[in-house]
């Protein structure tokens, strides 16, 4: 670092980045008016944050450790470019006075889309229909397996907050039943029903849409209740499914198919679905469009400024 | 044959069948109350006419030859088992009293279905997602293109009859903008655009769902217009669309993508499609679901015991 660039950053109030990821969703945007503080280029982070956790004022991450927070005497945001705020120490920024911000709902609409589009190319039989035509098999006349109709089906979704609204909403014009099952009734214009299993078994597609504490919340059983005819989709978290016992459901044929977006462990080894029939497997990018990035990213500029500027920020959380 | 089944068979009024396909339909539901006579198994089919032509009632047909009705001196009812009728010679059954009865609008609900399936799926980009995630890909850590947002489409519907007002219906919920146009102007929830051009060019997904002759009307201009970040969708028919035109275009990178349900000549070759990038194909089943198909047979088999017990004919074309 030359002299001259180092009186241009002198003063400048730090941004702590936690992983280059960050510096790249930034591109620069706030180059000249944040010291990047740069966690993961440091040798001993513990060091780094010892000597200059003091200059921090602002952060932008999905994950926080409660411990970092009293490295850093000065912080007063944590922008968290995304919907889930789970992994940010909500409690101890609240006590300290600093302000969390998310993204707000920017993307259920995405999730939504993307659920939809899984249970469609689920229920129309996509892959396969596909590969009838590609193989050559459609040309020389061999048959293929009828759908069910979209009107036939009925949808199950397991947590109704915002996505699982947001799917219930897309679903509607298709003309099949639906309803929902979460651990807390309330006003919607679908029926509860009583239990998960009550609605793994009255469901043709139970879709997966709940946030939070979850795992393991499909088991074996709940996926025996879907059963052979049925079909589970997950834009939640893989955590959620018992994901050993969806793959020996779906190859003993317990389990007519499945359509994730998410998994056990991510990225999912492609030797675990190579012998699973039945599977749309799609590499978590339900939440992801091009229109959401850029959504986020600029929630995320526009809060960090304010901690500069002043200003409101939005989608604070509390 | 035996005397005793000859008895039996004595004097019932003839159905016609041009093909083993109607007879499989039937499944046998009506051999009971109609001599089913059989033209694909006559080595002389107008030798049979002209024996067994009077004894003719019905018919169960998607398709038949003017010329035909004349050799039917007492046809009373032509049963389409589908929603077009543009292959039966309607006027001329008319003059002759002849009624026509389709299946009415039973099949534009699972059209409109799979014009959203192969749309989210193209848009979403399944194939590619689910190709990244079997290879490898993803667990190798490489990148895969993001895809735009739906309601950052502009869904343009070429035809906004039973199945375009369907599929718009679905589309509304996922927060895109929807236009369509067709020759005639007509109230719609939806904007007309004032040329097929016009809608090209401002739509991201050009949704093919006319009717009737509309042979070559997306020729290689309209799907230039579409362009290099656009789609187009078609569930009508093969024809409608200039397919060599098409496969250049998406050969070239000209035509973003395309996901077809129907072709030029059918069953397609596969070989055709071996090297055309960005294509889902399916071997046109839009229209047909169990569901469908159920009442499609029972609303025929309705329909040609009117013949016999009187009473009024449903969805009859006139």
């Given at each position: 670092?030359?002299?001259?660039?180092?009186?241009?950053?002198?003063?400048?109030?730090?941004?702590?980045?936690?992983?280059?990821?960050?510096?790249?969703?930034?591109?620069?945007?706030?180059?000249?008016?944040?010291?990047?503080?740069?966690?993961?280029?440091?040798?001993?982070?513990?060091?780094?944050l010892?000597?200059?956790?003091?200059?921090?004022?602002?952060?932008?991450?999905?994950?926080?450790?409660?411990?970092?927070?009293?490295?850093?005497?000065?912080?007063?945001l944590?922008?968290?470019?995304?919907?889930?705020?789970?992994?940010?120490?909500?409690?101890?920024?609240?006590?300290?006075g600093?302000?969390?911000?998310?993204?707000?709902d920017?993307?259920?609409?995405?999730?939504?889309?993307?659920?939809?589009?899984?249970?469609?190319?689920a229920?129309?039989?996509?892959?396969?229909?596909?590969?009838?035509?590609?193989?050559?098999?459609?040309r020389?006349?061999?048959?293929?397996?009828?759908?069910?109709?979209?009107?036939?089906?009925?949808?199950g979704?397991?947590?109704?907050?915002?996505?699982?609204?947001a799917?219930?909403?897309?679903?509607?014009?298709?003309?099949?039943?639906?309803?929902?099952?979460?651990?807390?009734?309330?006003p919607a214009?679908?029926?509860?029903?009583?239990?998960?299993?009550?609605?793994?078994?009255?469901?043709?597609v139970?879709?997966?849409?709940?946030?939070?504490?979850?795992?393991?919340?499909?088991?074996?059983?709940?996926?025996?209740?879907?059963?052979s005819?049925?079909?589970?989709?997950?834009?939640?978290?893989?955590?959620?499914?018992?994901?050993?016992?969806?793959?020996?459901?779906?190859?003993?044929?317990?389990?007519?198919?499945?359509?994730?977006?998410?998994?056990?462990?991510?990225?999912?080894?492609?030797?675990?679905?190579?012998?699973?029939?039945?599977?749309?497997?799609?590499?978590?990018?339900?939440g992801?469009?091009?229109?959401?990035?850029?959504?986020?990213?600029?929630?995320?500029?526009?809060?960090?400024?304010?901690?500069?500027?002043?200003?409101?920020?939005?989608?604070e959380?509390g």
């Amino acid at each position: 670092m030359t002299d001259g660039s180092k009186n241009e950053t002198a003063g400048k109030p730090g941004l702590l980045l936690m992983s280059s990821n960050w510096e790249s969703f930034l591109d620069g945007a706030l180059d000249d008016r944040f010291e990047i503080v740069r966690l993961w280029q440091a040798e001993d982070s513990q060091e780094l944050l010892a000597e200059r956790g003091h200059e921090i004022v602002a952060t932008l991450t999905t994950r926080m450790d409660a411990s970092l927070l009293d490295k850093l005497a000065n912080l007063r945001l944590i922008a968290v470019p995304g919907a889930g705020y789970e992994n940010v120490p909500v409690e101890a920024a609240r006590k300290r006075g600093i302000t969390i911000a998310n993204a707000g709902d920017t993307h259920s609409a995405d999730v939504a889309d993307h659920a939809v589009a899984l249970t469609l190319s689920a229920i129309h039989h996509l892959p396969d229909m596909q590969a009838h035509v590609s193989s050559g098999a459609w040309r020389a006349g061999r048959s293929i397996g009828r759908r069910h109709a979209m009107s036939a089906q009925r949808f199950g979704i397991v947590g109704l907050g915002n996505i699982g609204t947001a799917i219930a909403n897309r679903l509607d014009a298709f003309g099949g039943e639906i309803a929902w099952w979460g651990p807390r009734d309330k006003p919607a214009s679908w029926p509860r029903r009583e239990s998960l299993a009550d609605l793994a078994r009255w469901s043709t597609v139970l879709i997966v849409a709940t946030r939070g504490d979850t795992d393991g919340l499909i088991d074996a059983d709940v996926i025996d209740a879907v059963g052979s005819q049925g079909t589970i989709v997950n834009i939640a978290r893989g955590s959620v499914i018992d994901e050993d016992a969806l793959i020996a459901a779906l190859t003993a044929g317990r389990l007519g198919g499945a359509a994730l977006d998410v998994f056990a462990e991510e990225p999912t080894p492609s030797d675990r679905w190579r012998d699973v029939p039945n599977v749309i497997l799609t590499p978590h990018v339900a939440g992801v469009s091009d229109e959401s990035m850029t959504h986020l990213r600029e929630a995320a500029i526009r809060n960090l400024s304010t901690v500069l500027d002043g200003g409101a920020v939005v989608n604070e959380i509390g």
